[in-house]
């Protein structure tokens, strides 16, 4: 579908617009006897229910069309309140019951902006920083397995008279020069520079060990960022079939030289989907979300996930505490001298009313370990607070294209396409009729969350795991497309000093996260290689598109 704009010609006017993307409000303002320019279809990157036409800083905060349409708005607003602000560690009021250990206070720690997370500096770990989206992913190399000993994203916060499981004050980040194949430039003489993170997380700063726990074996740790929120309930609507067409379609294809991860896909069928059998039935749905593909269904993906396990806010179905999975720190925090002394003040806040025997009755040890391993634990987020968070994470809308009738605009578009950058980042996709599908059956009807049934949508991915081969690459090397949409507008939006792509920010512009994608055994090779042949004028209309859209 087209729509026509208009665009004034008058000197004036162009002069008082000179700063501004063309077309960025998606309004008709014309005037009799003004040119019209046509906008094509990809403008509309979230399709017509999910598209904001705004390019401004807060272009990834605006709600879908879908979500005015289901008379939401207001549940909408309720929900970016619980995103933006602060939980705390008092045991009632608003935004109550932090911890008793934890990641971050808000979810904005972590995606300023509403988006990816931002670059840290070189130096100590510090979480406190507002717009550090960078978790600490801790696993043993022999296996890519993550350490059980720690939570699968660890916490360095906790509240008094607990300890953090993680000293964060001992982890130091340090950013390393690189040089690739090419000496870190093109035959015609342009320059870039590339560097990636290293993590030094040494073992006095693991609490389990200052009690007495035994590391069972060499561990490493790197830096994965958050990814943006906006337009994950349109990826959302993706329907399950053609999700598997499109695995079926590459895998027949067999272009890629690592193939499909076969631990998720192969011979046609899904080797490995999400399900949930603690909440709900275990009925198995595709895995669609995070680097790691690890969950299924955006109501019981990341967001949904993370509301609870990065501040260990308790809601009706999540009675109990993110913690690790080998159950160390709950034993070793039962036994803490400094930890019984405090206990007792502690949960006289937590259980005024003495209604858990458990937590009162036994040894000092008993009490704390009962506590810290219960499965009752009193309701900190109510039904109706989740429900508004889900109205906001699924109705956030996706910035428009911008730049789309521009000469190099178009250029790029066309390499990009050319040298295959578009295998992987598929351009768009048609949602299907986008039923309301959570896995963890708390949410069961379609009118509770905004929809985007039958809506072409042009996030930039194919929504499958690939190789790039990165040196310190991701865990396990596997990483699912991140989508293009909008990420030109990251450092706009956030505040940020570079652009901050790939998994953990190493690059710092579109040209750096181009070049990263170049290693020898990388699933992208040939496409840099085709890149490097362009000239400077096609490389730098590759990069306009790809800020662009």
Not at 44 to 72: D, F, R
Not at 471 to 499: E, F, M, V
């Amino acid at each position: 579908m087209k729509k026509r704009h208009l665009l004034f010609l008058p000197l004036l006017f162009v002069a008082m617009v000179a700063c501004e993307d063309p077309l960025d409000d998606g309004k008709d303002n014309s005037t009799e006897g003004e040119t019209p320019v046509e906008l094509p279809d990809y403008y509309y990157a979230g399709g017509l229910l999910g598209t904001t036409h705004l390019s401004t800083y807060n272009a990834y905060e605006q709600p879908t069309e879908a979500v005015n349409n289901a008379g939401m708005y207001q549940s909408f607003k309720n929900g970016e309140a619980l995103f933006e602000k602060v939980f705390m560690s008092n045991h009632s009021g608003v935004r109550h019951g932090l911890g008793p250990v934890y990641i971050r206070t808000s979810c904005m720690h972590c995606h300023p902006g509403y988006g990816h997370g931002k670059r840290i500096e070189a130096g100590a770990f510090d979480t406190n920083e507002m717009g550090n989206g960078c978790l600490l992913v801790v696993y043993t190399p022999d296996d890519d397995q993550y350490v059980s000993w720690l939570a699968g994203m660890p916490q360095s916060h906790a509240v008094e008279p607990f300890k953090a499981p993680v000293d964060e004050s001992q982890i130091v980040v340090q950013w390393i020069d690189y040089v690739d194949e090419w000496g870190n430039k093109f035959d015609d003489g342009e320059t870039y520079e590339l560097q990636y993170p290293e993590v030094r997380m040494p073992e006095s700063a693991i609490y389990v060990v200052s009690q007495g726990y035994q590391i069972p074996k060499a561990y490493e740790v790197k830096l994965e960022s958050t990814i943006g929120i906006y337009g994950t309930g349109l990826l959302d609507a993706i329907s399950d079939e053609d999700l598997k067409a499109e695995y079926t379609k590459q895998e027949n294809d067999n272009y890629m030289p690592h193939g499909i991860n076969p631990a998720i896909f192969a011979g046609g069928e899904w080797k490995k989907q999400y399900s949930n059998k603690l909440q709900g039935d275990g009925t198995q749905y595709p895995l669609r979300y995070t680097y790691a593909l690890s969950r299924g269904p955006l109501q019981d993906a990341a967001g949904a996930n993370a509301i609870w396990n990065i501040t260990n806010v308790t809601r009706s179905d999540r009675r109990y505490h993110y913690l690790d999975g080998a159950g160390t720190y709950a034993q070793y925090s039962s036994k803490d001298p400094e930890v019984q002394a405090g206990f007792e003040e502690y949960i006289a806040k937590v259980d005024p009313n003495k209604e858990h025997e458990a937590w009162w009755n036994g040894t000092m040890e008993e009490r704390i370990y009962a506590y810290l391993t219960a499965k009752d634990l009193p309701v900190e987020m109510s039904d109706e607070e989740y429900t508004d968070l889900m109205v906001w994470h699924r109705g956030l809308a996706v910035p428009a294209a911008r730049n789309v009738n521009d000469e190099d605009f178009l250029l790029g578009k066309q390499k990009f396409e050319e040298i295959g950058c578009a295998y992987c980042h598929r351009p768009s996709w048609k949602t299907g009729d986008d039923e309301i599908r959570d896995p963890a059956k708390f949410f069961t009807s379609n009118n509770q969350l905004p929809r985007y049934p039958n809506q072409t949508i042009w996030p930039y991915t194919d929504m499958i795991q690939h190789k790039l081969c990165m040196i310190n690459d991701i865990r396990t090397g596997w990483c699912r497309t991140t989508p293009l949409w909008g990420r030109g507008l990251h450092q706009k939006c956030t505040g940020s000093y570079t652009a901050d792509r790939l998994h953990d920010c190493r690059a710092r512009n579109a040209m750096e996260a181009i070049m990263w994608h170049g290693s020898k055994d990388s699933d992208a090779r040939q496409s840099v290689e085709k890149f490097r042949a362009l000239s400077k004028e096609e490389r730098n209309a590759i990069i306009k598109f790809v800020d662009s859209i």
